[in-house]
């Protein structure tokens, strides 16, 4: 078999008709394909039938090099640091191909030395989980861990770090729980993993550091504002969506601006009506950690069954946030028409909010009449606030809220900035 | 009663403590709500209890104004234009304050005399829609039009007319439907309608007509390329989104460039490798209009339960696209793992695809463990595709096919552009 001397973790060069790759060989698999990691951090899989050759380039380190020296200050401010999990807190492990958590100061400082320049950072660890796997139950553990680093008077700020891909669920999550924080919570991720060269980890920590010292008492989503590497932007925890698979600058304002963009040197505020520092000590309720977990998320499209509200009614959901078309339209004639369903579940107490599926721009149920008949049948306009956004305030309100008319005054109304109220012609 | 006066029709300004508003009057509701169309096309409701005064400034109007002087040249090169429904083809009924829909080319040269000087102006309405109310049914009846002027030899090119809101599903449809067409097949649409200063209408309908003449034979969606009003883009049917729910510009090119750019004097071709013009007497095959309707779409969001794959099992369905993480995860541990639903569903013939809620970038399965299981679990990953265009494709190919390894060969070839197979560093 070709490439029979190569391990995991070897640097080895694949000769294929149409190519040479070269990077670190994670597995090889039963099914025929080689999986190898390049050095720009992705993988890549190469079918056995077509590989001509494999050469072993360099071997597996045996050893592994000593931690650097690791020692707190105890005289620069603290910060609390709540890892969870993600890319941002891992490195692979090359025998395996799969990752390793970092998840002591000592193993971050190894990797992120900048930042304890800035502060002392104390690392707290609550669970390590991929983003998918987190629900509101992890947001809620989160919470109450925020919660003590507010309360504490030693603690200047807050990181969590993150897993990508459902990080902005978790930062509407938070934005709710805490809608007038006393101190920076800031959210951040890195989408390539700390021991590869392109990483954005560093700059997103060191940044993050930054906006969690300063005075700006919102909580921010902190990441790459382009491409390069030289600079990150500071977001509006409700106002954020992932928007690319793979772009270190994948999170985008949506509807917003950033609150502030941050380089090594400085710190550019570019909103002035942000929530500022307040008292150390403040208390935070924790029973605002609430949250109502028979909810769903719909995506509407073209021919859909309005079913869907009747079969999770039945399931006994008490809301469902629809992502429907730009203005807010279902479909609203014919055998799949939407509106006598939504009028029936609604009867039946059922919480039903409209966001688009446009995700740029706002509802308006006014402009047809479609709009104004959906309306009529009971469904909150969320204007322009996220689906993902929406489906986070709505099982928060639910878990704490019982009364219709209550529930529907809490959704409309402006708690987290989740609504751009300025949202003007320039979005349009 | 403040502004008794005041009939539908009429233009008015009322008086609330913040502001003075000037618009059309559309309707005063039951609910205590009056109703203004303002000059920028937008519709605005106003609180009866706000408002202080309502003064008439202008009656409407009693008189129509007689249709302008129409007749095709019998010499120009024939387009023919599908109209099918959607802001594109409605001017305002100020007296209902509803919609009349444009049908005939008298009408339609009304408005846009300018594309007559382009061509002769074949009108075709097989049916008026809103596009939230189109379904399968609608793509396969546009497309049985579309292949009659595909197949007559007088004909140049085709125009299709829609709403804007779903119309990236209809492009996706004729896409997969016309694979290699011809000639031409432009689908265009306008924000706002004909009848406003602002209408985007007229150029989107002009830059369609000279796409339409031209050599590019490939369906494509044109429409305005920036907010201004000077110049149109051409994008792909297969890989384009309805990105703003107000904006002129509000269809984007995904994960691609676009063909073209058009201005009113010249079209700038911007990608060579497009389908060229053929004979104008080729044959389709009608056999291929059939779509499977019973697919799904489902956005996965954190703590979704994997029962909803279930449920559309029971109810029959064949194919389910699921919007993932950004390379292609969903729960895959504690009570609401995924893998071992999915495993199931598969098992019992379902056909279950990964799409990207991230929209922009690539799925791909083998970064993570997570990801490699879920393939291996049987999980089609349709790399770099829209979930919409997904979505659309499924259908077309469970409406063709009953072999499941055909369906994921069918699936995974690039048969209308929809896998751009270049997409390379500059947009990772």
Redesign the interface.
Known sequence: MKGKDANAGDLIKVKTAKEEIEGILIESYESGVV?VKLSNG????VSRENILDIKVVKKAEKSEKKEAEFKLSHKKPIIDLIMTGGTISSSLDVKTG??KWLTSPAELFKFYPEIFELADICVINPFMK???????EDWIRIAKQVKKSLEDENVKGVIVTHG???LH?SSAALSFFFPKPNKPIVLTYSQRSSDRGSSDAELNLYCSAKMALSDVAEVMLVGHANSSDDSCVALIGTKVR??????RD?FKPINSSPIAKITRSEIEILQGDYNKRGKANEKFDSDNFVFE?KI?????????SP?ILE?YLS?GYRGVVI?????G??????T?NWLPIIKKVVEKGMIVCAA?????????P?????GRELEKAGVIYLKDMLS?TA?VKLGRVLGKLKDKDEIKKFMLENISKEYNDRLGNE??
């Not at 769903?296 to 859909?304: E, T």
């Not at 339209?329 to 014919?334: A, K, R």
């Not at 006014?366 to 479609?370: D, E, I, N, Q, R």
């Open positions: 999986l992705y993988n890549i899989g799969g990752v991929s983003s998918e796997n987190m629900d509101s990508t891909d459902f669920y992932k928007m690319h698979s793979s772009r994948t977990n769903a998320l719909v995506k509407f499209y073209p021919g859909q079913e079969h399931l992502e429907m078309s730009g203005l339209h279902v479909i609203t004639e014919g799949n688009a599926q446009t995700i740029y721009g706002r509802l308006d006014l402009v047809y009449s479609p993902e489906f979005f349009i």
